[in-house]
């Protein structure tokens, strides 16, 4: 029971510690945005496949938005899903705060990039109802695949470059770097995710869910 405790710290530790690290690394090799961005994309998706492939069997939600879904829909308990989400926020700031050291930087900081906008908050639940969705379309045998296609396409087609993360969004105020986000504009990205979630889940029950 206790492996999928450790398996959410650790899975979002490693993800949004490729994430924001991959863009320190982008940022650091090249001054084309648009080249970061690609680097950052395909580490994201690749640190995706590989930590849902290999902590799958334990749990790999790394995000408390797909948790509450989870929740919601009596896969996991209302205690599980408080502990999941405190150990996803945790993980996150951690991975976020070592991969600041790693690169030489100041390990705690805050963001200073500044992403507010009525564009961005849609983006988001577009972005967050894209990526529950497709999770819960998905077979457990496709899942990994799934996710990681997605989040690398919706990095490129959604504005607010996909975050889609509750967890995620507050690691990533941690580094004033490439992948950040300024603090003061996180509570507005966790609402929009939050709408995109339960949006997801309200089109999944009325229209794919299989009938028991």
């Not at 490693?14 to 580490?43: C, E, K």
């Not at 930087?105 to 507010?116: I, M, N, T, V, Y």
């Amino acid at each position: 029971m206790k492996s999928k405790y450790l398996a959410e710290f650790l899975g979002t530790a490693f993800l949004f510690w490729a994430v924001v690290g991959s863009g320190i690394m982008g940022q650091n090799l090249n001054q084309n945005d648009a080249v970061t961005l690609l680097a950052n994309t395909f580490a994201t998706v690749f640190a995706l496949y590989f930590l849902i492939t290999c902590l799958g069997d334990h749990s790999s939600h790394f995000n408390p938005i797909v948790s509450l879904v989870m929740r919601l829909r009596g896969e996991i308990s209302t205690n599980t899903f408080f502990v999941f989400s405190i150990l996803q926020i945790a993980g996150a700031i951690l991975g976020v705060i070592l991969a600041n050291y790693l690169f030489d930087l100041d390990p705690l900081q805050f963001s200073e990039k500044a992403r507010s906008g009525t564009n961005l908050f849609v983006s988001e639940i577009v972005a967050t109802f894209g990526l529950l969705l497709v999770i819960l379309l998905s077979s457990k045998e496709k899942v990994a695949a799934t996710v990681a296609a997605y989040i690398g396409g919706a990095y490129w087609f959604t504005s607010s470059t996909s975050f889609a993360n509750p967890a995620g969004t507050i690691g990533r105020s941690f580094s004033n770097t490439f992948a950040g986000i300024s603090p003061s504009d996180i509570l507005h990205f966790c609402v929009a995710q939050l709408i995109g979630a339960l949006l997801a889940l309200f089109v999944y029950n009325s229209f794919f869910k299989k009938p028991e």
